[in-house]
């Protein structure tokens, strides 16, 4: 892994790659632009130690609430060696990361990272940059997805390439004050909003209506729910609740 000083430095956002999508999605016989049936999923990689990050926390939290978007933060680790350990991060989430660059054909990682909907990418500080590929991302022929007490529904749609994946997704409702006493942000309180506590798979969708039961948990957290193509490809659909199954 290159140095922690270039993970900050990505390559060009791929504006004429998302502009072809679009379009692509535009001529589909079935398109849905953000709403609240059809919400964006906007994804921030960012870490504690490392002092670009702040401003893209900023900007995830005024995205909070927003009812056509579902915004979550993962904290990533290979900051950790640098003089202070993240106290959200996962090696699951760093993992996460690194399959977007793959998908996304870039060679590297950095910080902070965007990723809408599993499409496109941009750096987490540029706000006007992160609003465009909101506004421009549809989804052609989006399933529903409904969570109800403890189950979710996802309902029937363009039959996928491959089953996709249905992932449950447990965050912080709120935000949570982080003092940092080591590293680049050395004596700075941290702000972060909808903080990911855990990730796992509930199973596939295949194009069929389908039910999947929520698995107990911190009644204290939010719940999204994201069918995302395999690979951690494109998602075609989400959904989110500020309350948890009861453990």
Not at 117 to 132: E, K, M, P
Not at 144 to 155: F, H, K, L, M
Not at 211 to 230: E, H, K, N, T
Request: with cysteine; aromatic share 6%.
């Amino acid at each position: 892994m290159k140095s922690h000083r270039q993970h900050r430095r990505p390559p060009a956002p791929p504006r004429q790659k998302v502009l072809g999508l679009v379009m692509a999605l535009v001529a589909s016989t079935s398109v849905h632009a953000a709403d609240i049936r059809h919400p964006v999923v906007v994804e921030l990689f960012t870490s504690q130690g490392c002092s670009s990050c702040p401003p893209a926390n900023d900007n995830l939290a005024r995205l909070t609430g927003r009812p056509d978007v579902i915004a979550l933060s993962f904290g990533v680790t290979y900051w950790d060696q640098l003089g202070w350990k993240d106290t959200f991060a996962s090696r699951q989430y760093t993992e996460r990361q690194w399959a977007y660059a793959r998908q996304l054909r870039h060679d590297n990682v950095w910080t902070p990272q965007v990723v809408v909907n599993g499409r496109a990418d941009t750096v987490g500080v540029n706000r006007a940059d992160i609003d465009s590929l909101i506004r421009s991302t549809v989804v052609a022929e989006a399933p529903a997805v409904q969570i109800a007490g403890p189950s979710v529904q996802i309902g029937q749609g363009r039959a996928p390439g491959a089953p996709a994946d249905v992932l449950l997704v447990r965050y912080e409702p709120g935000v949570i004050d982080v003092p940092v006493r080591r590293g680049e942000n050395t004596g700075r309180t941290l702000p972060h909003s909808h903080v990911v506590r855990s990730l796992v798979r509930l199973g596939a969708w295949t194009g069929a209506p389908v039910r999947f039961q929520i698995p107990r948990g911190d009644p204290r957290l939010g719940v999204a729910v994201l069918v995302q193509s395999a690979g951690t490809g494109p998602i075609l659909a989400a959904a989110s609740s500020q309350v948890s199954v009861p453990g």
